[in-house]
């Protein structure tokens, strides 16, 4: 069986100032790992993705996360907020054997950011 | 490519009305998935299929049917509408491996009053 759960349900930053967005999962197996981002009444775009090859990934718009198996962890950071970046985030895991390859949700992350 | 495509894009149906959510992708992918977003929640999911002819429930099926005679196309039908059904409804595809991201389409906002 498969779950994730982000540990905030909102984050605020400032503008300029770094971003960490906390995620933890559990898998029976090898898991997948993605990154999703909405912005306000839009559809999901993928930032970024870990399938076991560097456990540190680097995604779009300055985005990068961190796998640590002994942690369970997968968090998101980015060095610098801009204004762009306020969105829902959801952190996503998929098992290697996973039929179907469903994918399970966490129930996301608001990034508020303030100029 | 249009990636995946749904329609329609906003729905008001009453209590009882059917209606069919359309979802098409231009990728040749294999599966395909059904989610709703509750406001304030992750996506669940309702159904999803891994091939022309099959598919499998999901997480929330009651209340939805789904079909896929093409590859391209994966319908979702609700027969009678209820107001827990209100939601924003998200189509997706992907190829087969869990490596694989999944590619969403842009949304249905569905409303039952």
């Known amino acids: 069986a498969q779950s994730v759960t982000q540990l905030d349900s909102h984050v605020s930053v400032s503008e300029g100032t770094p971003v960490l967005l906390r995620c933890n999962y559990s898998?029976?197996?090898?898991?997948?790992l993605f990154w999703y981002v909405q912005h306000p009444n839009k559809g999901l775009q993928l930032l970024l993705k870990?399938?076991?090859?560097?456990?540190l990934v680097k995604g779009i718009n300055g985005f990068e996360a961190e796998f640590k198996k002994s942690e369970t962890s997968f968090h998101l950071t980015k060095p610098s907020a801009h204004m762009s970046d306020a969105a829902e985030y959801f952190c996503?895991?998929?098992?290697?054997?996973?039929?179907?390859?469903?994918?399970?949700f966490g129930g996301g992350t608001r990034l508020m950011v303030k100029p | 490519n249009a990636g995946v495509t749904q329609t329609p894009k906003f729905r008001i149906l009453k209590i009882g009305q059917s209606m069919t959510l359309q979802c098409t992708q231009d990728?040749?992918?294999?599966?395909m998935y059904w989610y709703r977003q509750d406001p304030g929640m992750g996506l669940k999911l309702i159904y999803y299929?891994?091939?022309?002819?099959?598919?499998d429930k999901g997480e929330v099926p009651n209340g939805y049917n789904v079909s896929r005679s093409t590859t391209e196309d994966f319908p979702l039908r609700l027969e009678l509408a209820a107001p827990s059904q209100t939601s924003v409804y998200f189509c997706?595809?992907?190829?087969?491996?869990?490596?694989?991201?999944?590619?969403f389409g842009p949304g249905t906002r569905l409303t039952v009053l």
């Open positions: 996503v895991v998929s098992d290697l054997y996973n039929a179907g390859n469903m994918l399970t």
């Open positions: 898998s029976s197996y090898s898991p997948s």
């Open positions: 299929s891994v091939g022309a002819g099959i598919t």
């Open positions: 990728m040749n992918h294999n599966y």
């Open positions: 870990y399938t076991s090859a560097a456990t």
């Open positions: 997706a595809s992907t190829l087969p491996s869990s490596y694989n991201e999944q590619f």
